[in-house]
């Protein structure tokens, strides 16, 4: 297994273009996050799945962002009419459910809105 | 919910010296993770400790469940130990089934190493 892989890597759009990111968890984790961060700070919580259902969404998930994760493996996180807030860093992680052990994360998907 | 504070947020040390790192929370935990982030923007995760303390090579991560304060050190520093540290909670309050959710980080601090 290669950890948890995220795509793009780097992706530039322009203001009201919709976006969507990838992430493929580990094969073995039946727990999936997302993750923003911003400069400087450190990563705020946007909503986590378990297996396919989305258990939890943060108050800063409004509702052009959509996220969902089919088949209980790989998630994709979707941005409608973007905005210059929205550039960030996105990050994955996944975990088990059982708390005994950690999470693994992607390495991010940058995100630049001009 | 949890909050993290951590200090110090900017960090420059001298190739060789002995860096401490801290990180103190609101509400009890079921256990504390401290991660490392390199420019570009990928983290790893360096340790999750409940109790007590735990060592991988040159770093040591310690904890105070009565206190809620963990502290990261890393011996004999290095330039390649240069990178943002950071500490994270788990958003649930402790016996929250034994489950784990989402994480709620610190800001981080910006650790250079000079050689």
């Known amino acids: 297994d290669t950890g948890v892989s995220q795509d793009p890597r780097h992706k530039i759009t322009k203001r009201g273009q919709n976006v969507t990111f990838r992430c493929d968890p580990i094969s073995e984790h039946n727990r999936l996050y997302w993750y923003r961060q911003t400069l400087g700070q450190g990563p705020e919580f946007l909503t986590y799945f378990q297996n396919e259902a989305q258990l939890e969404k943060s108050r800063l998930l409004s509702d052009r962002f959509s996220a969902e994760r089919p088949k209980g493996s790989f998630s994709t996180l979707e941005i409608q009419r973007t905005e210059q807030g929205d550039s960030a860093m996105y990050l994955c992680?996944?975990?088990?459910?059982?708390?005994?052990?950690?999470?693994?994360f992607g390495s991010g998907t940058r995100l630049t809105v001009v | 919910k949890n909050e993290v504070e951590q200090s110090p947020q900017n960090l420059t040390a001298q190739e060789g010296e002995f860096i401490t790192i801290n990180c103190s929370y609101s509400?009890?935990?079921?256990?504390l993770h401290w991660l490392q982030q390199h420019p570009g923007g990928g983290i790893v995760s360096l340790f999750m400790?409940?109790?007590g303390k735990k060592k991988h090579g040159r770093l040591i991560a310690t904890i105070n469940i009565q206190e809620k304060h963990s502290s990261l050190h890393i011996t004999a520093s290095h330039p390649r130990d240069s990178a943002v540290y950071i500490c994270a909670v788990p958003q649930q309050p402790m016996n929250y089934g034994g489950s784990q959710g989402n994480l709620i980080f610190g800001k981080g601090t910006k650790l250079s190493v000079k050689p």
């Open positions: 992680a996944s975990s088990y459910q059982v708390q005994s052990y950690g999470y693994t």
């Open positions: 509400v009890g935990i079921s256990a």
């Open positions: 400790l409940s109790s």
